[in-house]
């Protein structure tokens, strides 16, 4: 009896000692950010902890944990509405890994990142005043993320058009065309069952725009 304890003694300790500790802290704060996330629980102070320990990982010699670091910083970034930070990210762990998650990762940023290039040839042709263009090809490249049933990007994409088209237009001007973008928003949220943010959402939808399907998407929230 002795000797087989012994023996699960001696092979535990063999596999515990072949991960160091940045992976063990590596694996901590994935589970960590995970189980935030989907339970909707990060705030700034929890994302800007979860950031710290990522970046400190990134800087590891060891290829496996420094390109995981960098892809979920990149998600993080995401979840700010960091676009731009979220590329810089990603793109440094695809310099070094080409895997499919990495490249696809890398794409479905470019993506987000394709709204504000579209924002900038509409200024530099003039088309201030166009912003229902830039509105139409915003909501689309959003359906698109919601039929990939990619939520958080999707509501990631929808705050950036808020402030896009509120730059292009004056709130007082555009009030149906964000009480849309309000609404589905709720939407999303509703859909990652965080239903605080789908109340508070679907709320402001309404204040701005209270037509009946606005007031029974409300209705339909408020019930869960």
Excluded: W
């Excluded at 504000?116 to 229902?132: C, G, H, P, R, S």
């Excluded at 939520?151 to 950036?160: C, D």
């Excluded at 964000?178 to 109340?199: H, P, R, T």
Aim: proline residues 0%.
């Amino acid at each position: 009896m002795k000797k087989q304890s012994k023996l699960i003694f001696l092979s535990l300790l063999i596999l515990f000692s072949c991960k160091d500790s940045d992976q063990i802290s590596l694996e901590s704060t994935i589970d960590e950010f995970q189980y935030l996330n989907s339970n909707n629980l990060l705030n700034q102070e929890k994302i800007n902890e979860l950031k710290s320990n990522f970046e400190n990982l990134s800087f590891n010699n060891k290829h496996f944990i420094n390109v995981t670091s960098l892809y979920y910083l990149s998600e993080i970034s995401i979840i700010e509405n960091k676009f731009e930070e979220a590329y810089e990210f990603i793109n440094k762990a695809y310099l070094v890994n080409h895997s499919d998650s990495i490249y696809q990762q890398l794409q479905k940023i470019n993506s987000l990142l394709s709204l504000k290039d579209t924002v900038e040839i509409a200024f530099e042709n003039d088309m201030q005043d166009d912003f229902l263009k830039v509105f139409e090809i915003g909501r689309k490249k959003i359906k698109d993320l919601y039929e990939q049933k990619d939520y958080q990007s999707a509501i990631s994409q929808t705050h950036l058009l808020i402030e896009v088209i509120k730059n292009l237009k004056e709130e007082e001007f555009i009030k149906a065309e964000l009480s849309q973008l309000f609404q589905d928003l709720a939407i999303f949220y509703s859909q990652k069952n965080n239903i605080e943010k789908a109340k508070e959402s679907i709320k402001t939808a309404v204040s701005l725009n209270p037509n009946a399907e606005n007031i029974e998407i409300q209705k339909l929230i408020n019930t869960k």
